[in-house]
């Protein structure tokens, strides 16, 4: 059964019994989501829903964390791989979502343990406002998907509407920008030149978070909002409304884009999807396939060991 207060759950993930276990830092079974946490999860999945693509086979979560996104794209026809560099978010995981077809990796997002051309779809939620070099993580984004592959990408707007009140003429200025030592924004035509030079095609956005940057500035608003949780259905539909309007003009501050890899698409295959191992390469050679062992995978070429640990694969590059 899912924790109570759980976050509601899209059809397919109802349908073979996920459950959430809601946006835990710590994760304990008796953690219950605030009702704050469960409008940015509402808000994300909805974007979500809207961008990605209904096709089965290999998908890839670049920095799913605790896999609080799971249950928008969860489907028992496809292959889903969880990508973390926290151990201890990927625990979550395999504890509240034991299904053979989602598949646990730590890994480094610039490196990534796949085989070119292994995903049909993906995405990344929250993990590009975290990343300094975002040439270097678009290119194995290519890398990895097919050609004609759809990836959903999310990233924080420089040019949204708060900054330009805030900051003027600054959020203008087409860049990859540092606000913290670990949070980037980023200008939609600076991101637009990465991709183009990345081969991947914009498509179309979404973008959304009026309500949470507005609770995020205001400081005191989060801790009203806890105390009086029957303001948070009117917050969330005022944060919808704006979703319909200023996010079409692209002036609010979370971003949902879906990207598509250039190139020709290869014909279906008449042989049965491949299995992890079909999948999997060294993060540090690129070496594939990999060899099998009892406790993990080994590549012949660099004679680097990944070990499992439970259902967890640790790709990470020491």
């Not at 979550?92 to 989602?102: I, K, L």
């Not at 009140?165 to 990465?194: I, K, W």
């Not at 029957?230 to 409304?241: E, I, N, S, Y």
């Not at 999807?273 to 999948?279: F, S």
Request: net charge positive.
């Amino acid at each position: 059964m899912p924790p109570q207060g759980a976050p509601e759950q899209s059809r397919a993930a109802d349908s073979v019994g996920i459950v959430t276990p809601g946006d835990s830092r710590d994760a304990g079974d008796t953690w219950r989501p605030t009702p704050i946490q469960h409008l940015f999860d509402q808000s994300d999945r909805a974007r979500l829903k809207e961008l990605l693509p209904s096709v089965p086979g290999w998908w890839v979560d670049i920095g799913a964390g605790w896999g609080r996104l799971l249950p928008a794209y969860f489907d028992p026809k496809r292959n889903i791989a969880l990508i973390d560099q926290n151990l201890t978010a990927l625990e979550t995981v395999a504890r509240f979502y034991p299904h053979s077809n989602v598949h646990l990796i730590l890994a480094d997002a610039y490196r990534l343990p796949f085989r070119g051309d292994a995903f049909d779809a993906g995405l990344s939620v929250r993990t590009f406002q975290q990343i300094d070099t975002p040439e270097l993580l678009l290119q194995e984004i290519t890398r990895v998907l097919r050609p004609q592959a759809t990836f959903v990408l999310n990233y924080t707007n420089k040019k949204s509407l708060l900054r330009i009140v805030r900051y003027g003429l600054d959020s203008f200025r087409s860049e990859h920008q540092a606000v913290s030592d670990n949070l980037f924004c980023t200008h939609p035509r600076y991101l637009e030149e990465l991709l183009r030079r990345s081969g991947l095609t914009p498509l179309r956005s979404r973008s959304c978070g009026l309500a949470e940057q507005v609770i995020k500035a205001g400081g005191y608003l989060d801790r009203l909002l806890a105390k009086a949780p029957f303001l948070v259905p009117p917050l969330a539909l005022g944060d919808r409304v704006a979703s319909h309007s200023l996010g079409r003009l692209g002036l609010l501050p979370n971003v949902f884009a879906a990207l598509r890899k250039e190139g020709t698409a290869p014909p279906a295959a008449a042989e049965p999807r491949p299995g992890l191992a079909d999948v999997l390469a060294c993060p540090h050679c690129r070496k594939f396939p990999l060899n099998t062992l009892e406790t993990g995978y080994a590549c012949s070429d660099c004679d680097r060991r990944f070990p499992c640990q439970g259902r967890i694969l640790d790709f990470r590059l020491a």
